[in-house]
């Protein structure tokens, strides 16, 4: 499987769900609009937007269990592909065809979200914790994030 488009209908409860789960209430979402949840953390997209890091994020999802991601993107596209195939940038795979995008699983327990201002915002205690743990620069890189 290398991309599966989501059905409408199933699209439309998946991202209910994710929007309820992680307070997304409008396209866009932290830095850029505030949130409740206080597992995440926003970094500048150009510290993330490299292979070293894509390798470490889909690392850290596979050893947490995760084999296919939830993809929702602003051009009303939404995907599931496998956690090798993720590339969560706004400009997707060097391309705009993407736009904004939100990557998750179905469990909800993580979440990845690309702005159009430059961030990528990633949620999930567990996530969060092992980013911090892994890249000992991640305080110079977050520039848009208040709650780190």
């Given at each position: 499987?290398q991309?599966?488009?989501?059905p409408?209908e199933?699209?439309?409860?998946?991202k209910?769900k994710?929007?309820?789960?992680w307070?997304i209430?409008?396209?866009?979402w932290?830095p850029?609009f505030?949130?409740?949840r206080?597992?995440?953390i926003?970094?500048?997209?150009?510290?993330?937007e490299?292979?070293?890091?894509l390798?470490?994020i889909?690392?850290?999802?596979?050893?947490?269990?995760?084999?296919?991601?939830?993809?929702?993107?602003e051009?009303?596209h939404?995907?599931?592909?496998?956690v090798?195939?993720l590339?969560p940038y706004?400009?997707y795979?060097?391309?705009?065809?993407g736009?904004?995008?939100?990557?998750?699983?179905?469990?909800?327990?993580?979440?990845?979200?690309?702005?159009?201002?430059?961030?990528?915002?990633?949620?999930?205690?567990?996530l969060?914790?092992?980013l911090?743990?892994?890249?000992?620069?991640?305080?110079?890189?977050?520039d848009?994030?208040?709650k780190?």
């Amino acid at each position: 499987m290398q991309k599966e488009s989501i059905p409408d209908e199933v699209c439309m409860e998946l991202k209910k769900k994710m929007e309820q789960t992680w307070d997304i209430s409008k396209s866009y979402w932290y830095p850029l609009f505030e949130c409740k949840r206080p597992d995440l953390i926003a970094f500048n997209s150009q510290y993330i937007e490299s292979e070293e890091k894509l390798e470490v994020i889909i690392s850290l999802l596979k050893n947490h269990g995760v084999e296919q991601v939830l993809e929702f993107l602003e051009t009303d596209h939404s995907y599931k592909i496998e956690v090798s195939n993720l590339y969560p940038y706004y400009c997707y795979n060097g391309e705009f065809i993407g736009g904004e995008g939100f990557w998750c699983s179905d469990k909800m327990d993580w979440i990845i979200y690309a702005s159009h201002e430059g961030t990528i915002t990633f949620g999930g205690d567990w996530l969060v914790k092992s980013l911090k743990s892994l890249w000992s620069d991640w305080k110079q890189n977050i520039d848009w994030d208040t709650k780190n």
